[in-house]
């Protein structure tokens, strides 16, 4: 399974032309939040329908840059992956969109209970007898992924515990938009793409229930 994943687009496409043909080759495209800039449904309209025009195949969870019309167009179009888990060529895909409370007040946060508690009912879903891939826009805490400056973490602790506890092959994040990197968790493959606003995207294929490649691109 090839897998074309974005984070933070924050409405811009500018670069768009420039990955079509690996987005129309790619099985699936992962969305990981803040699809747009403080934008609602006509926002992310626009984003997604353009994305589609190359891969209709896009699972999708909102970030803390959404409006919560873009939350609820996500689940309209049936692309919503926050509090779900979607099966696709054996792999599951499960998601957590939202962030934790920032320095400014943002329009999609929750506290870290809330997290946990979304988590905890996400968990009931999980087919474990599956190679699983999570997606949220939150990092998990103490990683690469999370890490502002030199050594100040702000990612999820609750996030971190769902990933250590259920295993799933990849865990994709965005929302820290200078760590785009890769990192592992025991033995789950962490990645931040880095924002597509900027140009940074990822390439990641599964084979054989593992993630063989996790590729970060810059164009």
């Known amino acids: 399974m090839k897998i074309i994943a974005l984070t933070d687009i924050h409405g811009r496409l500018d670069y ?41 195949n896009i699972l999708a969870v909102h970030g ?35 962030s934790l409370p920032c320095p400014g007040t943002t329009c999609n946060e929750s506290p870290e209970s809330e997290f946990t508690a979304r988590l905890e009912e996400l968990k009931s879903q999980i087919d474990r007898d599956r190679p699983l891939v999570f997606v949220s826009h939150q990092p998990p805490h103490g990683t690469k992924l999370d890490t502002v400056g030199t050594d100040r ?25 200078e760590a785009a990197t890769t990192d592992t968790l025991r033995d789950t493959t962490l990645i931040n793409p880095g924002p597509f606003a900027h140009g940074r995207y990822a390439y990641i294929e599964i084979e054989d229930n593992t993630v063989k490649t996790a590729q970060l691109r810059s164009l």
């Open 16 to 56: 768009l032309p420039q990955i079509a043909p690996e987005l129309a080759g790619a099985d699936l495209v992962l969305i990981a939040g803040d699809i747009t800039t403080f934008g609602g449904e006509p926002h992310a309209h626009r984003i997604v329908s353009s994305l589609e025009i190359h891969n209709p």
């Open 153 to 177: 973490h702000t990612g999820s602790k609750a996030i971190r515990n769902f990933i250590l506890e259920t295993q799933p092959i990849c865990a994709l994040s965005g929302h820290i938009h």
């Open 64 to 98: 803390n840059c959404d409006q919560q019309s873009v939350e609820e167009y996500l689940h309209l179009c049936e692309i919503a992956l926050d509090g779900r888990c979607r099966t696709i060529d054996g792999v599951a895909f499960a998601g957590l969109g939202g």
